[in-house]
């Protein structure tokens, strides 16, 4: 989905862009839930959303989906370290490592045609969904 051409100008005024607002909050509620379901942020379902049904650029498809997986984690996590699912160490290496690189990775990312963005997202998809299929099937 992330391929199909798309319309709207990658370059345009980020503080001028419109979509369908009832439409993206009936769009979240269903990521929602499915991501409830399965345990997972969501990202990877709300960056095609927003690119291709809402057609949001996708730098801002991107930005806005990290603040998303932020806020909505807040509260899993939460839950799962007070439910003793949480190995708190590990999780406190990856917190502290992923703040330190990121920084970087958002200089990098701004220097980045919109379109090698969008192929590495797709590996980073493609990659994830591959695990799953082999954590299932074995």
């Not at 990658?10 to 979240?28: G, H, M, R, S, T």
């Amino acid at each position: 989905m992330m391929f199909l051409p798309k319309k709207a100008n990658e370059d345009a005024d980020y503080k001028k862009l419109q979509f369908n607002k009832p439409l993206a909050a009936i769009l979240a509620a269903v990521i929602g839930i499915l991501s409830g379901i399965v345990g997972a942020a969501g990202a990877f379902i709300t960056v095609p959303v927003m690119l291709v049904i809402l057609k949001i650029p996708t730098r801002v498809a991107i930005a806005s989906s990290l603040a998303i997986t932020f806020i909505s984690s807040i509260g899993s996590t939460v839950g799962k370290l007070m439910g003793g699912h949480m190995l708190l160490i590990p999780s406190i290496v990856m917190v502290v490592a992923s703040t330190i690189a990121s920084p970087i990775g958002a200089k990098i990312s701004k220097k980045l045609n919109t379109k090698v963005l969008q192929w590495i997202l797709a590996a980073l998809i493609m990659a994830t969904v591959i695990k799953i299929w082999i954590d299932i099937l074995t």
